[in-house]
C-alpha cells in the first residue's frame, strides 16, 4: 500500500526500482515473467 506520510516521489522512485528489478531478471534469465510466483 501506498503511504500517506511518503512524499509522492519517494513512491514513484520505489516502484520505478521495483519495475527494473523485474525486467533485469526477465532480461538476463531470457525467461517469461510469471507474476503468480511467491
Keep these: ?12 522512485i520505489a516502484l520505478a526500482n521495483k519495475l527494473s528489478r ?7 534469465k531470457n525467461e517469461p515473467y510469471q507474476a503468480q510466483q511467491v
Design 1 to 12: 500500500k501506498l503511504r500517506v506520510s511518503k512524499s509522492f516521489n519517494v513512491v514513484c
Design 22 to 28: 523485474i525486467a533485469y531478471a526477465v532480461l538476463s
